[in-house]
């Protein structure tokens, strides 16, 4: 007499298969996006800034025609090039007309989960205002901003002093400051834009007092600062944010 078939053990046996299925199916999409990205970086690499020595930015302004060259030949929403050394962070990055475009498309404009490096659509593009931010995703292969978190270590946060902006007609410092974790909703840090004399007052005392890695610079409100952001998981709505003051060099 054949044996009778146990339905807990098919629908079991289904479960099981349908969730390798799915698990399958989403390690070949991450398998292809992160081959994209990879891609992507390559292509890029063309209109890349002149190299610089590890653990160095370049001193000299200078222009940057490979910059104006992107920008004529990729996307004219292109700004410029950042570059964080010793981190994964150096990227052509964009300003679109809001915070959401640039959240999942490259800077081609073409859908990617990894989306692009963007500055805030309320910030001069030339980075003259007080407070201009920069937002990336914290990717899990270590891409985009992801290596903000890497300042949370002190020893690391004392080695690394220093990033650079590559824009069409100069290049500048960035002399690091300050890293925090802060709420999404933070109503001092996501202030972009110019300020006030009071604002900015406020603004770096807030840094000072809050920090969880800070190093003392002689600011001032009359400098420039770019706040790089991505997000964190220390609590709901957690960000991860790197300040640095911005420096002509002459």
């Given at each position: ?15 099981l298969?349908?969730?390798f ?31 610089e ?6 001193r000299a302004?200078k ?7 992107a ?5 004219p929403?292109?700004v ?5 050394p010793?981190?994964a ?12 475009a ?17 500055m805030?659509y309320?910030c001069?593009?030339d980075f003259?205002?007080f407070n201009?931010?920069?937002y990336g ?5 270590g ?17 690394n ?19 925090l ?23 770096l005392?807030?840094?000072k007092q ?12 009359e ?16 960000r991860m ?6 420096r002509?060099?002459?």
């Open positions: 007499m054949a044996l009778r078939k146990n339905p807990l053990r098919i629908v079991c046996a289904l479960l298969f349908a969730v299925a799915v698990s399958a199916y989403q390690i070949f999409v991450l398998g292809k996006e992160a081959d994209a990205q990879t891609q992507l970086r390559g292509d890029l690499q063309v209109y890349q800034p002149g190299a020595s590890a653990g160095t930015v370049q302004a222009k940057n025609p490979k910059i104006s060259q920008q004529e030949e990729i996307n929403e292109i410029g090039w950042l570059r964080i010793q981190t962070i150096d990227y052509l990055f964009v300003q679109g007309t809001d915070n959401i640039y959240l999942a498309r490259d800077v081609y404009g073409k859908s990617a989960k990894a989306g692009s490096i963007f805030d309320r001069a593009g003259s205002d201009t931010i920069l995703h914290n990717m899990k292969n891409s985009m901003f992801r290596d903000i978190r890497r300042f949370a270590d002190a020893d690391f946060f004392r080695a002093t220093a990033g650079s902006l590559h824009l069409p007609e100069t290049t500048l410092t960035l002399d690091i400051f300050a890293y974790l802060i709420k999404a909703d933070d109503a001092v840090l996501y202030r972009a834009g110019d300020q006030s004399m009071q604002e900015r007052e406020d603004f005392r807030y840094v809050n920090a969880k890695q800070y190093r003392a610079l002689a600011l001032s409100p400098d420039r600062i770019v706040t790089l952001s991505t997000c964190s998981y220390e609590f709901s709505n957690a944010v790197l300040l640095a003051r911005l002509s060099e002459t």
